[in-house]
């Protein structure tokens, strides 16, 4: 059979390409053609040129330039984000750190399959914002991600390399900077064989031809002469996919919801500028001198002038007519496939799975593999639906497509089944619908790769070279159809999802997960102790499978007990749940400070310590996460005052949590809830982070709540980004919000009043209660403010002016506003114990 011959021969390859295929499979409908879209395919098939877009985030990118070279040059075009935005903020939900950058690396594949381009990563870990390429230098390992990069030039093989950013302090962002930075040293690299030697067991070197700066209006002064650069006019109109470039664009950076970046279409003329920073000298074009037709390949011309005539041949009203012209190319294609790699074998294979897909659509031919269920167990049979459907109109010209065999395939390319009962004819409007067994073959969760292990506050730790530069997982399992079509045999491989109707939004597909026979969620995202009586902790035990059997316990640090200390668990149903209730207390050997509690299962003799995390927005595919059944658990010494705390939702995050932690009864308020007489009952009215940029009715709504603090009340708003307020004055007396933050979390604080009530009522603040904080000390910081606010505190980055408006309190009446930066949002979820003493002195103020 083909099928086993082709895996051995270009297992290699696969492998080292494994993320260029599936960027666009996982967890989405299957994907069908308009004829303009077959059409715009088969005019890139003559096209053999590369470019790789490079920067720092999800975001970063050029949407426009990515949809231009993609749709409009018809370019391989990719980009490169150094890191997958986890350190910044969510918009959208409460998830942050390694759950945000999941839902980051999503929305970046959502984006791609808009625009055209492909999406590749490194193993850096976007800790959070950072001034300087030396400071970002220090956190991330530098020849980690330098190699990452070059690993993506030398599978990619770009003719020209393209970053957003300027290496130098005009990049904004210690990650811009070093992305650029990088990028120059990787030009050189990949062509180099003494660097990386490692990676040319799987790829070969490749020197790109020209490395460019894409710089935009950010970066140029007013009346700056542009003539050294080399402009391109992005702005045009695709015709064939009914759009201008900068209409794409905008779909495509619109899918970065989480950042709020929803962006509106533009049309007409677009230019972008480009600086050439290495390689060839360009005078007009960034691409001039390079050949990107099939004259690069040896041999290729025949193939070339195949595609032509296909082209020219090509009946919108029937694409079928084109598959006898395909057939010629991919034949002609696969007398230049040689078994060794060499620099022509890329763009092989690369077209061979350009025309392999161009049969598909021109068929029409329909292909799904669907599991009876979301999840799956090791060792767990798995019934199947398989749905192949032709959807052409047979005519003397079209060949007939025959289905020879069906594989059900496992992550190492294994065929696990093939029976002869698969091997069925196949003809016109023919639909196939089977019930199968597999096996899972999986040794593994579906836990995404760069998460499998604990890496640094700087990088990922991703061990399998294969792996890295990938987006996402492999599909858990996938089923390999193989066609006989006009005399050739041709081979479709689709991913194993799960599909389900909702009755509001129709027919909805999830990846199909590979999950632990049983998934331990320990409830909470810290345990605060401010004295010895015992805290419950729900632990929530959910089956993989049915029939799961065993015991559960908690591992406490020392003077720590728990009750009970082990207690048994029977789960007779597959996705059945049950909650164990702890009583846990620390004892009078228990330390002060931050700790740890971990749940742990044990089910025939094998324990498991990981729970069960599921992600779901619309406007990206399901994803399930497998985080270590662990929590903070802090005991710190802790007085409050004032016990009802009404709390305003902004952008979304765990402060309420943390208050009801220490003791606080918290109401979350709607925005119809804002008024005088409503907020009397409050002891203080916390505002969560972002609510100034994302509660449109506090536009109308400020006179209530300063009225609430002139009568009495207290006011705690948290950081407010400094653009697109919902009104210019968000406090009683004027400030002016900044950028302005402090991003070593750990920077020395001075008090700048010790007597101020902040620091002394009721607990006494010191230097310490601003140890161990995580990823940055504030952010957003005002840059000016009426003298009736008064300061708190003073920290500053190295070789920074001191930054004095962490917090700033002022009395109204007979009440008090606060405003701070402080980063509470991320420090209270991660227990950091300082957090919880300084914002309980915030809500009792006055008290």
């Known amino acids: 059979m083909r ?78 984000s150094c890191t997958r935005g986890d350190g910044g903020q969510n918009l959208i939900g409460p998830e942050l750190r390694e759950q945000l950058g999941v839902i980051r690396t999503q929305e970046l594949l959502a984006a791609r399959r808009i625009d ?71 030009f050189d690299a990949a062509g180099d064989p003494k660097r990386f ?101 040896k041999g290729g011309a025949a193939v070339g002038k195949l595609v032509e005539e296909a082209i020219r041949k090509y ?41 392999n897909e161009l049969i598909r659509a021109s068929l029409g031919l329909y292909l799904e593999a669907v599991a009876n269920n979301p999840s799956v167990v090791v060792g767990e049979n798995v019934p199947l639906t398989l749905e192949v459907t032709s959807r052409f109109i ?57 998460l499998n292990t604990r890496g640094s506050i700087g990088m990922y730790n991703v061990k399998e070279q294969q792996e890295c530069g990938q987006p996402e997982n492999d599909p858990s ?43 331990v969620n320990i409830g909470g995202r810290a345990y605060v102790f401010a004295d010895n009586t015992p805290k419950t902790i729900p632990v929530t035990l959910r089956a993989g499978r049915a029939g799961v059997k065993g015991s559960l316990a908690l591992t406490l640090p020392a003077g720590w007990k728990a009750t009970p200390a082990t207690a048994s668990f029977d789960l007779a149903a597959k996705d059945a749940e049950q909650t164990v209730f702890f009583q846990v207390q620390p004892g009078a050997g228990a330390a002060e400070g931050k700790s740890e509690v971990r749940a742990v299962a044990t089910v025939d003799g094998q324990q498991y310590s990981r729970g069960y995390q599921v992600i779901q927005y619309n406007h990206i595919p ?42 606080y009864n918290v109401t979350l308020l709607k925005p119809e809830d804002i008024s005088a007489d409503y907020l009397r009952r409050f002891d203080a009215v916390v505002l969560g982070v972002r609510a100034y940029n994302t509660v449109a009715q506090l536009r109308n709504l400020q006179p209530n709540l300063l009225k609430y603090v002139e009568n009495g009340g207290n006011v705690v708003v948290q950081y407010v980004v400094n653009r697109g307020t919902v009104l210019p004055e968000i406090g009683p007396y004027p400030l002016k919000l900044s950028a302005d933050r402090v991003t070593v979390e750990n920077a020395a604080v001075t008090l700048l009043n010790p007597k101020q009530p902040l620091l002394n009522t009721p607990n006494k603040i010191t230097s310490k209660d601003f140890e161990g904080w995580q990823q940055e000390q504030g952010l957003y910081y005002p840059s000016s403010w ?62």
């Open 622 to 663: 399901t994803q399930t996460l497998f985080p270590e059944a662990v929590a903070p658990l802090v005991k710190l010494d802790l007085k409050r005052k004032g016990q009802e705390i009404g709390y305003l939702m902004g952008a979304g995050d765990e402060v309420p949590d943390a208050l009801r932690q220490i003791g």
């Open 3 to 80: 099928l086993t011959r082709l895996r051995a021969a270009v297992l290699a390859f696969l492998l080292a390409n494994s993320a260029l295929s599936l960027t666009e499979a996982q967890a989405q409908a299957p994907k069908t053609y308009t004829s303009s879209e077959i059409l715009l395919g088969l005019k890139k098939l003559n096209v053999l040129g590369s470019v790789l877009y490079m920067a720092a985030h999800p975001d970063d990118e050029n949407t426009r330039l990515i949809a231009y070279m993609a749709n409009g040059r018809l370019l391989e075009t990719g980009y490169l």
């Open 477 to 519: 399992i996938e089923v390999s159809f193989e066609f006989l079509i006009g005399g050739q045999s041709i081979e479709y491989t689709v991913p194993v999802q799960y599909k389900s109707t909702d009755p509001v939004e129709g027919e909805k597909y999830r990846p199909l997960t590979v999950v632990p026979p049983v998934a």
């Open 315 to 355: 009946d919108s009203g029937n694409p079928s007519g084109s598959v006898a012209g395909l057939l010629k190319v991919r034949a002609s294609l696969m007398k230049l496939n040689v078994e060794s790699l060499s620099k022509e074998e890329f763009w092989v294979q690369q077209k061979e799975k350009q025309v």
């Open 394 to 450: 047979p005519s003397g010209q079209t060949p007939k497509a025959e289905l020879v065999s069906v594989a059900y395939v496992g992550q190492e390319f294994a065929v696990t089944t093939v029976g002869k009962e698969d091997k069925l004819p196949f003809g016109r409007q023919s639909l196939l619908k089977r019930e199968v067994v597999f096996s899972a073959a999986d040794s593994v969760t579906s836990q995404p790769y760069w």
């Open 116 to 186: 055209g381009g492909r999406q590749f990563f490194t193993r850096a870990n976007d800790f959070g914002f950072s001034k300087t390429a030396e400071e970002t230098f220090t956190i991330w390992d530098k020849e980690q991600v330098l190699a990452d990069m070059v690993w993506v030039i030398r599978q990619r093989r770009p003719d020209v390399l393209i970053t957003r950013f300027p290496p130098d302090a005009r990049a904004g962002h210690g990650h811009h900077t070093a992305s650029a930075i990088l990028a120059a040293e990787a």
């Open 197 to 297: 030697p490692e990676q040319l067991k799987y790829v070969q070197v490749w020197q790109p031809k020209r490395l460019f700066w894409n710089t935009g209006s950010f970066f140029v002064k007013p009346g700056e002469n542009m003539d050294g650069y080399l402009r391109l006019d992005a702005g045009g109109y695709n015709p064939l996919l009914g759009q201008s470039y900068g209409e794409i664009a905008a779909r495509s950076r619109s899918q970065h919801k989480s950042q709020g970046f929803g962006s509106a279409a533009t049309r007409g003329e677009a230019l972008e500028y480009l600086q050439q920073v290495k390689g060839d000298k360009a005078s007009k074009d960034p691409f001039e001198g390079i050949d990107m037709s099939w004259n690069r390949v």
């Open 786 to 847: 009426d003298p009736k606010y008064q300061t708190v505190i003073s920290s500053h980055d190295p070789g920074e002016a001191a930054k004095e408006s962490a917090i700033l309190v002022a009395d109204y009446g007979k009440g008090h506003y606060i405003y701070t930066g402080l980063s509470l949002f991320r420090e209270l979820p991660a227990g950091v114990p300082g957090a919880y003493r300084l914002l309980t002195n915030m809500v009792s103020l006055g008290k």
